[in-house]
T-cell receptor, first 113, second 112 residues
Framework: NAGVMQNPRHLVRRRGQEARLRCSPMKGHSHVYWYRQLPEEGLKFMVYLQKENIIDESGMPKERFSAEFPKEGPSILRIQQVVRGDSAAYFC???????????FGPGTRLTVT | DQQVKQNSPSLSVQEGRISILNCDYTNSMFDYFLWYKKYPAEGPTFLISISSIKDKNEDGRFTVFLNKSAKHLSLHIVPSQPGDSAVYFCAASAVTGNQFYFGTGTSLTVIP
């Protein structure tokens, strides 16, 4: 049973470009969460999605960030017009149900130059 | 607003001794707590959890203690092994909530 998959593992973007981060949850998991870890900080919740629905996006910056979890395919975290402050590790997690243990992917390390 | 705090950024312990990692929280609505372990360049791995109806949960060398009145939990690793060297995050959630709140992590080094 494959774990949570994230790609790419490393992503370099110039300021102003778009970044797309992908997450495939564990088989049988319909709940997906995105977290961001800035240097020297803990994991910060960004958004929680179920298939085709955003349940909680209280941790998402109001502008430039969006997330989706379509009926088919992976969850996507999209960052438009990236800035240097977006450089961080972005982790995706999935769980079989709300409030249950979350299983994390290996993360995508975004570097904005 | 850091609702889950790990005040010790790092901890060094001799192999075979006990490692005690601490975590404090501020939100009295939290009722489910987890510990995750993270190696460099990898995602966090679930280690052990405890719900607020218990004050202790044990799994092999790992034991988590919860003191609800003090809003404090701790992870004990006995005996510590070099392979336990990693960053440990505690996390908390409320049954009515959608998210886990993570601490900033404690980097544990077990010295052979």
């Amino acid at each position: 049973n494959a774990g949570v998959m994230q790609n790419p593992r490393h992503l370099v973007r110039r300021r102003g470009q778009e970044a797309r981060l992908r997450c495939s949850p564990m088989k049988g998991h319909s709940h997906v969460y995105w977290y961001r870890q800035l240097p020297e900080e803990g994991l910060k919740f960004m958004v929680y999605l179920q298939k085709e629905n955003i349940i909680d996006e209280s941790g998402m910056p109001k502008e430039r960030f969006s997330a989706e979890f379509p009926k088919e395919g992976p969850s996507i975290l999209r960052i438009q017009q990236v800035v240097r402050g977006d450089s961080a590790a972005y982790f995706c997690a999935s769980s079989p149900g709300l409030g249950e243990e979350q299983y994390f992917g290996p993360g995508t390390r975004l570097t904005v130059t | 607003d850091q609702q889950v705090k790990q005040n010790s950024p790092s901890l060094s312990v001799q192999e075979g001794r006990i490692s005690i990692l601490n975590c404090d929280y501020t939100n009295s609505m939290f009722d489910y707590f987890l510990w995750y372990k993270k190696y460099p360049a990898e995602g966090p791995t679930f280690l052990i959890s405890i719900s607020s109806i218990k004050d202790k949960n044990e799994d092999g060398r790992f034991t988590v203690f919860l003191n609800k009145s003090a809003k404090h939990l701790s992870l004990h690793i006995v005996p510590s092994q070099p392979g336990d060297s990693a960053v440990y995050f505690c996390a908390a959630s409320a049954v009515t909530g959608n998210q886990f709140y993570f601490g900033t992590g404690t980097s544990l080094t077990v010295i052979p």
